[in-house]
Protein backbone atom coordinates (compact mmCIF):
# COMPACT_ATOMS: atom_id res chain seq x y z
CA UNK A 1 0.00 0.00 0.00
CA UNK A 2 0.84 3.57 -0.48
CA UNK A 3 -0.03 6.73 0.67
CA UNK A 4 -1.63 10.14 -1.03
CA UNK A 5 2.27 11.25 -1.74
CA UNK A 6 3.12 7.62 -3.48
CA UNK A 7 5.21 6.66 -0.41
CA UNK A 8 4.89 3.40 1.13
CA UNK A 9 2.70 2.99 3.94
CA UNK A 10 4.71 1.33 6.82
CA UNK A 11 8.36 0.63 7.19
CA UNK A 12 10.88 -1.36 5.19
CA UNK A 13 10.69 -4.81 5.53
CA UNK A 14 12.65 -7.04 7.94
CA UNK A 15 15.01 -9.43 6.05
CA UNK A 16 12.46 -12.41 6.28
CA UNK A 17 9.73 -9.98 4.41
CA UNK A 18 12.41 -8.55 2.32
CA UNK A 19 11.59 -9.42 -1.84
CA UNK A 20 14.23 -7.88 -3.70
CA UNK A 21 18.07 -8.09 -3.69
CA UNK A 22 18.17 -4.28 -2.45
CA UNK A 23 15.46 -4.18 0.39
CA UNK A 24 17.80 -7.91 1.55
CA UNK A 25 20.76 -6.04 1.74
CA UNK A 26 19.38 -2.95 3.18
CA UNK A 27 17.98 -5.23 6.21
CA UNK A 28 20.72 -7.66 6.82
CA UNK A 29 22.72 -7.71 10.17
CA UNK A 30 26.07 -8.40 10.35
CA UNK A 31 27.52 -11.76 11.62
CA UNK A 32 28.82 -11.50 15.28
CA UNK A 33 31.53 -13.52 15.39
CA UNK A 34 33.73 -11.06 14.15
CA UNK A 35 35.88 -8.40 16.09
CA UNK A 36 34.56 -5.21 15.69
CA UNK A 37 36.23 -1.97 16.75
CA UNK A 38 34.49 0.19 18.71
CA UNK A 39 36.82 3.15 19.66
CA UNK A 40 40.47 4.30 19.92
CA UNK A 41 41.91 3.32 22.92
CA UNK A 42 43.23 7.12 23.77
CA UNK A 43 39.47 8.32 24.35
CA UNK A 44 39.23 5.51 26.88
CA UNK A 45 40.99 6.74 30.14
CA UNK A 46 41.73 5.06 33.12
CA UNK A 47 38.34 4.80 35.46
CA UNK A 48 36.14 5.60 32.60
CA UNK A 49 33.75 3.93 30.65
CA UNK A 50 31.10 4.12 27.44
CA UNK A 51 28.14 2.39 26.02
CA UNK A 52 28.52 1.14 22.48
CA UNK A 53 25.93 -1.27 20.88
CA UNK A 54 26.23 -4.02 18.37
CA UNK A 55 23.07 -4.83 16.53
CA UNK A 56 20.90 -2.86 18.75
CA UNK A 57 22.36 -4.79 21.94
CA UNK A 58 23.96 -2.42 24.54
CA UNK A 59 27.12 -3.15 25.68
CA UNK A 60 29.19 -1.46 28.66
CA UNK A 61 33.05 -1.22 28.08
CA UNK A 62 35.36 0.52 30.82
CA UNK A 63 39.02 0.89 31.50
CA UNK A 64 40.15 -0.45 35.06
CA UNK A 65 42.19 1.41 37.26
CA UNK A 66 45.17 -1.42 36.31
CA UNK A 67 44.78 -0.33 32.58
CA UNK A 68 43.03 -3.36 30.83
CA UNK A 69 39.78 -2.77 29.15
CA UNK A 70 36.81 -4.63 29.79
CA UNK A 71 33.24 -5.28 28.12
CA UNK A 72 29.87 -6.83 29.68
CA UNK A 73 26.37 -6.56 28.99
CA UNK A 74 25.16 -3.29 29.67
CA UNK A 75 22.30 -4.58 32.05
CA UNK A 76 22.34 -4.85 35.81
CA UNK A 77 20.99 -8.25 37.19
CA UNK A 78 19.04 -6.62 39.27
CA UNK A 79 16.77 -4.13 38.55
CA UNK A 80 18.21 -3.64 34.99
CA UNK A 81 19.80 -0.30 34.95
CA UNK A 82 22.48 0.69 32.50
CA UNK A 83 25.81 0.60 33.59
CA UNK A 84 27.15 2.99 32.33
CA UNK A 85 24.96 5.34 34.59
CA UNK A 86 27.43 4.12 37.28
CA UNK A 87 31.03 4.72 37.85
CA UNK A 88 34.13 2.37 37.78
CA UNK A 89 35.41 1.84 40.88
CA UNK A 90 39.47 0.05 41.05
CA UNK A 91 38.51 -2.86 38.08
CA UNK A 92 34.65 -3.31 38.57
CA UNK A 93 31.74 -0.91 37.09
CA UNK A 94 29.60 0.11 39.67
CA UNK A 95 25.32 0.50 39.45
CA UNK A 96 24.37 3.34 40.33
CA UNK A 97 21.23 2.43 42.04
CA UNK A 98 22.22 -0.50 45.02
CA UNK A 99 25.96 -0.17 44.56
CA UNK A 100 26.56 -3.99 42.51
CA UNK A 101 29.51 -4.21 41.02
CA UNK A 102 31.13 -6.48 38.13
CA UNK A 103 33.99 -7.54 37.13
CA UNK A 104 35.35 -8.45 33.42
CA UNK A 105 33.80 -11.54 33.73
CA UNK A 106 30.55 -10.17 34.28
CA UNK A 107 30.55 -11.78 38.32
CA UNK A 108 28.43 -9.61 40.31
CA UNK A 109 29.60 -8.82 44.05
CA UNK A 110 26.64 -7.33 46.24
CA UNK A 111 27.89 -4.82 48.72
CA UNK A 112 24.34 -4.19 51.15
CA UNK A 113 22.62 -6.47 53.71
CA UNK A 114 21.62 -9.88 51.97
CA UNK A 115 18.73 -10.33 54.71
CA UNK A 116 20.24 -14.23 55.80
CA UNK A 117 20.80 -15.41 52.57
CA UNK A 118 23.26 -16.96 51.00
CA UNK A 119 25.40 -14.86 48.31
CA UNK A 120 24.08 -15.26 45.26
CA UNK A 121 26.28 -15.86 42.36
CA UNK A 122 25.05 -13.63 39.33
CA UNK A 123 27.12 -13.13 36.05
CA UNK A 124 25.94 -10.93 33.29
CA UNK A 125 27.33 -11.42 29.77
CA UNK A 126 30.81 -10.44 29.39
CA UNK A 127 32.63 -10.04 25.60
CA UNK A 128 35.84 -10.65 24.81
CA UNK A 129 37.56 -7.55 24.37
CA UNK A 130 41.42 -6.66 23.45
CA UNK A 131 43.43 -3.21 21.92
CA UNK A 132 45.56 -3.61 19.23
CA UNK A 133 46.55 -0.55 16.51
CA UNK A 134 45.48 1.91 18.84
CA UNK A 135 41.51 0.59 18.98
CA UNK A 136 39.48 -1.44 21.20
CA UNK A 137 38.22 -4.44 19.65
CA UNK A 138 35.16 -6.48 20.80
CA UNK A 139 33.81 -9.62 19.58
CA UNK A 140 29.66 -9.67 20.52
CA UNK A 141 29.71 -13.20 18.99
CA UNK A 142 30.28 -16.62 20.28
CA UNK A 143 33.56 -16.30 23.05
CA UNK A 144 34.73 -19.78 21.84
CA UNK A 145 35.28 -18.84 18.01
CA UNK A 146 37.06 -15.54 19.64
CA UNK A 147 39.80 -17.71 20.74
CA UNK A 148 40.45 -18.89 17.30
CA UNK A 149 39.35 -16.09 15.13
CA UNK A 150 41.42 -13.12 15.14
CA UNK A 151 41.93 -9.56 14.55
CA UNK A 152 42.70 -8.52 11.01
CA UNK A 153 46.71 -7.99 10.82
CA UNK A 154 48.00 -5.03 9.61
CA UNK A 155 51.98 -5.54 10.13
CA UNK A 156 52.74 -2.05 8.88
CA UNK A 157 51.27 -1.02 12.22
CA UNK A 158 53.36 -3.23 14.03
CA UNK A 159 56.51 -2.61 15.24
CA UNK A 160 58.76 -0.06 16.76
CA UNK A 161 58.01 2.52 13.70
CA UNK A 162 54.88 1.63 12.12
CA UNK A 163 53.69 3.29 9.08
CA UNK A 164 52.58 7.26 9.60
CA UNK A 165 48.92 6.89 10.36
CA UNK A 166 45.91 8.69 10.67
CA UNK A 167 42.69 7.23 12.28
CA UNK A 168 39.59 8.90 11.78
CA UNK A 169 36.38 7.67 13.70
CA UNK A 170 32.98 8.93 13.18
CA UNK A 171 29.31 8.04 13.82
CA UNK A 172 26.99 7.96 11.06
CA UNK A 173 23.12 7.34 10.17
CA UNK A 174 22.03 4.41 7.57
CA UNK A 175 22.00 1.17 7.43
CA UNK A 176 25.46 -0.47 7.53
CA UNK A 177 25.40 -1.32 3.83
CA UNK A 178 25.36 1.98 2.44
CA UNK A 179 28.58 2.82 3.41
CA UNK A 180 30.07 -0.31 1.77
CA UNK A 181 28.26 0.69 -1.27
CA UNK A 182 30.16 4.34 -1.16
CA UNK A 183 33.57 3.18 -0.75
CA UNK A 184 33.54 0.20 -3.30
CA UNK A 185 32.01 2.55 -5.67
CA UNK A 186 34.51 5.28 -7.05
CA UNK A 187 31.10 7.24 -9.45
CA UNK A 188 30.35 8.91 -5.98
CA UNK A 189 33.29 10.99 -6.56
CA UNK A 190 31.46 14.03 -7.65
CA UNK A 191 30.45 14.21 -4.11
CA UNK A 192 33.61 14.76 -2.81
CA UNK A 193 34.75 17.06 -5.98
CA UNK A 194 36.14 19.58 -3.60
CA UNK A 195 38.67 16.82 -2.07
CA UNK A 196 39.36 15.06 -5.10
CA UNK A 197 40.48 11.83 -3.06
CA UNK A 198 40.66 9.96 -6.30
CA UNK A 199 40.70 11.02 -9.82
CA UNK A 200 39.38 8.22 -12.26
CA UNK A 201 36.61 5.34 -12.11
CA UNK A 202 38.25 3.01 -14.21
CA UNK A 203 37.02 -0.83 -12.78
CA UNK A 204 39.74 -3.20 -13.82
CA UNK A 205 38.14 -6.54 -11.96
CA UNK A 206 35.89 -7.48 -9.83
CA UNK A 207 35.38 -10.98 -8.04
CA UNK A 208 34.48 -12.62 -5.24
CA UNK A 209 36.57 -15.25 -3.83
CA UNK A 210 35.06 -16.92 -0.84
CA UNK A 211 34.41 -14.29 1.95
CA UNK A 212 35.76 -11.32 0.01
CA UNK A 213 34.78 -9.41 -2.79
CA UNK A 214 38.21 -8.32 -4.72
CA UNK A 215 38.52 -5.24 -7.35
CA UNK A 216 41.12 -3.23 -8.96
CA UNK A 217 40.74 0.38 -9.98
CA UNK A 218 42.43 2.02 -12.13
CA UNK A 219 42.60 5.60 -10.33
CA UNK A 220 44.73 8.54 -9.13
CA UNK A 221 44.82 8.12 -5.32
CA UNK A 222 44.96 11.46 -3.53
CA UNK A 223 44.44 13.37 -6.27
CA UNK A 224 43.27 16.71 -4.87
CA UNK A 225 45.68 19.51 -4.98
CA UNK A 226 46.91 19.72 -1.18
CA UNK A 227 47.03 15.85 -1.29
CA UNK A 228 48.77 15.27 -4.30
CA UNK A 229 51.46 18.03 -2.77
CA UNK A 230 52.38 15.67 0.10
CA UNK A 231 52.57 12.16 -2.20
CA UNK A 232 55.93 10.97 -4.09
CA UNK A 233 55.10 9.70 -7.24
CA UNK A 234 58.67 9.56 -8.31
CA UNK A 235 58.23 5.60 -7.93
CA UNK A 236 55.07 4.86 -8.28
CA UNK A 237 52.66 7.39 -9.79
CA UNK A 238 49.95 5.67 -6.88
CA UNK A 239 47.60 5.03 -9.66
CA UNK A 240 45.93 1.70 -9.37
CA UNK A 241 44.65 0.45 -6.50
CA UNK A 242 43.61 -3.29 -5.03
CA UNK A 243 40.53 -3.02 -2.75
CA UNK A 244 38.89 -5.89 -0.77
CA UNK A 245 35.22 -6.17 1.13
CA UNK A 246 37.37 -8.96 3.18
CA UNK A 247 34.14 -9.51 5.33
CA UNK A 248 33.09 -7.68 7.46
CA UNK A 249 36.09 -5.67 7.05
CA UNK A 250 37.75 -3.15 4.10
CA UNK A 251 40.52 -2.31 3.24
CA UNK A 252 42.48 -1.23 0.17
CA UNK A 253 46.36 -1.52 -1.36
CA UNK A 254 47.40 1.38 -3.86
CA UNK A 255 50.74 0.34 -4.97
CA UNK A 256 52.14 -1.02 -1.50
CA UNK A 257 52.45 2.87 -0.43
CA UNK A 258 48.79 4.57 0.05
CA UNK A 259 46.58 1.94 2.44
CA UNK A 260 43.75 2.10 4.30
CA UNK A 261 41.45 -0.16 6.78
CA UNK A 262 38.11 0.36 7.68
CA UNK A 263 36.36 -1.17 10.80
CA UNK A 264 32.61 -0.93 10.91
CA UNK A 265 30.56 -1.27 13.56
CA UNK A 266 26.89 -1.86 13.11
CA UNK A 267 25.25 -0.17 15.88
CA UNK A 268 21.44 -1.03 14.93
CA UNK A 269 19.43 -1.12 11.89
CA UNK A 270 20.36 2.76 10.68
CA UNK A 271 23.45 3.68 12.73
CA UNK A 272 26.99 2.75 12.78
CA UNK A 273 30.36 3.43 14.06
CA UNK A 274 33.32 3.76 11.40
CA UNK A 275 36.78 3.45 11.97
CA UNK A 276 39.27 4.44 9.31
CA UNK A 277 42.95 3.87 9.17
CA UNK A 278 44.88 5.53 6.80
CA UNK A 279 48.55 4.80 6.78
CA UNK A 280 51.21 5.83 3.88
CA UNK A 281 54.49 4.11 2.76
CA UNK A 282 57.36 6.33 4.61
CA UNK A 283 58.54 6.98 0.77
CA UNK A 284 55.35 8.09 -0.24
CA UNK A 285 55.38 11.15 2.02
CA UNK A 286 57.74 14.35 0.69
CA UNK A 287 56.85 17.86 2.06
CA UNK A 288 57.34 20.60 -0.68
CA UNK A 289 60.93 22.66 -0.40
CA UNK A 290 62.80 19.53 1.75
CA UNK A 291 61.63 16.73 -0.54
CA UNK A 292 61.16 13.09 0.42
CA UNK A 293 63.18 11.47 3.47
CA UNK A 294 61.87 13.21 6.16
CA UNK A 295 62.67 12.08 9.69
CA UNK A 296 59.45 9.73 11.25
CA UNK A 297 58.40 12.16 13.71
CA UNK A 298 57.52 14.99 10.78
CA UNK A 299 56.05 12.22 8.61
CA UNK A 300 53.21 11.20 11.73
CA UNK A 301 52.50 14.92 12.63
CA UNK A 302 52.08 15.47 8.59
CA UNK A 303 49.41 12.64 9.00
CA UNK A 304 47.85 14.32 11.99
CA UNK A 305 47.42 17.53 10.19
CA UNK A 306 46.06 15.67 7.19
CA UNK A 307 43.63 13.99 9.33
CA UNK A 308 42.15 17.36 10.33
CA UNK A 309 42.33 19.30 7.04
CA UNK A 310 41.61 16.50 4.59
CA UNK A 311 40.39 13.37 5.98
CA UNK A 312 37.60 14.36 8.40
CA UNK A 313 36.38 17.18 6.31
CA UNK A 314 36.25 14.78 3.35
CA UNK A 315 34.34 11.53 5.18
CA UNK A 316 32.08 14.34 7.10
CA UNK A 317 30.68 14.49 3.48
CA UNK A 318 29.65 10.64 3.50
CA UNK A 319 28.49 10.73 7.11
CA UNK A 320 25.68 13.79 5.33
CA UNK A 321 24.97 11.71 2.28
CA UNK A 322 24.49 8.76 4.15
CA UNK A 323 22.25 10.31 6.19
CA UNK A 324 19.85 11.27 3.80
CA UNK A 325 20.09 8.09 1.87
CA UNK A 326 18.69 6.59 5.03
CA UNK A 327 16.04 8.81 4.58
CA UNK A 328 15.39 7.97 0.79
CA UNK A 329 15.25 4.42 1.43
CA UNK A 330 12.80 4.97 4.50
CA UNK A 331 10.32 6.91 2.27
CA UNK A 332 10.74 5.21 -0.79
CA UNK A 333 12.06 1.24 -0.44
CA UNK A 334 9.68 0.02 -2.45
CA UNK A 335 10.10 2.24 -5.33
CA UNK A 336 13.08 0.84 -8.20
CA UNK A 337 16.68 1.78 -7.24
CA UNK A 338 18.35 1.14 -10.78
CA UNK A 339 22.26 0.36 -9.87
CA UNK A 340 24.99 0.65 -12.57
CA UNK A 341 28.10 -0.82 -11.07
CA UNK A 342 28.89 -4.45 -10.42
CA UNK A 343 31.11 -3.76 -7.67
CA UNK A 344 28.07 -2.55 -5.09
CA UNK A 345 25.77 -5.59 -5.96
CA UNK A 346 28.72 -7.83 -5.35
CA UNK A 347 29.08 -6.05 -1.86
CA UNK A 348 25.91 -6.46 -1.23
CA UNK A 349 24.97 -9.93 -2.00
CA UNK A 350 28.18 -11.03 0.57
CA UNK A 351 26.52 -8.71 3.05
CA UNK A 352 23.49 -11.36 2.53
CA UNK A 353 25.11 -14.57 2.05
CA UNK A 354 26.67 -14.08 5.02
CA UNK A 355 23.61 -12.61 6.86
CA UNK A 356 21.86 -15.84 5.80
CA UNK A 357 24.25 -18.45 6.95
CA UNK A 358 24.72 -16.50 10.41
CA UNK A 359 20.78 -16.95 10.61
CA UNK A 360 20.81 -20.62 9.24
CA UNK A 361 23.50 -21.15 11.67
CA UNK A 362 21.59 -20.13 14.91
CA UNK A 363 18.46 -20.95 13.57
CA UNK A 364 16.31 -21.76 16.79
CA UNK A 365 17.95 -19.52 19.04
CA UNK A 366 16.16 -16.06 19.87
CA UNK A 367 18.79 -13.49 18.82
CA UNK A 368 18.21 -11.48 22.14
CA UNK A 369 19.26 -13.97 24.29
CA UNK A 370 22.00 -15.52 22.45
CA UNK A 371 25.05 -15.41 24.65
CA UNK A 372 23.21 -12.70 27.00
CA UNK A 373 22.65 -15.88 30.04
CA UNK A 374 22.45 -14.23 33.34
CA UNK A 375 23.57 -17.03 35.40
CA UNK A 376 22.02 -16.99 38.95
CA UNK A 377 21.95 -19.54 42.16
CA UNK A 378 20.63 -18.89 44.86
CA UNK A 379 18.86 -15.78 44.27
CA UNK A 380 16.33 -15.19 45.72
CA UNK A 381 12.60 -15.15 43.14
Known amino acids: MTDLSGHASGPPPAFDDAKTHRQKARS ?27 WGRSIAVFRGND ?8 RCAHRHLKLTEGQVVGCELVCPYHGWSYDGDGNARIPHDLFGKKHPKLRIHALPVRERYGLIFMFPGDPEVAKTRDIPSIPELEGPKP ?14 SMLLDNVSDFTH ?19 TIGDRVELEYRSKIAAGKMQDMFIDR ?35 EKSNRHIFVFYLHPKA ?8 RLPHWVMQKMMT ?32 APELSPVVREFQSLTIRKWEAYLERTRGADPSKRHLDVLAEGAAQ
Request: proline share 7%.
Open 163 to 176: WPHAIVQFDSPGHH
Open 234 to 268: SESGADHMLACYDYPYHWSNTEGRIKHFLFTLPKD
Open 285 to 292: IKLPLLGP
Open 67 to 74: GRVRAVEN
Open 28 to 54: AGMDPDYWYAVGRSEDLERGKHFETKF
Open 189 to 207: GFLHRKFQPFEGTDLLRCE
Open 305 to 336: MTRYVTLQPLLGQDVWVLGHEQEGWEKFWDRP
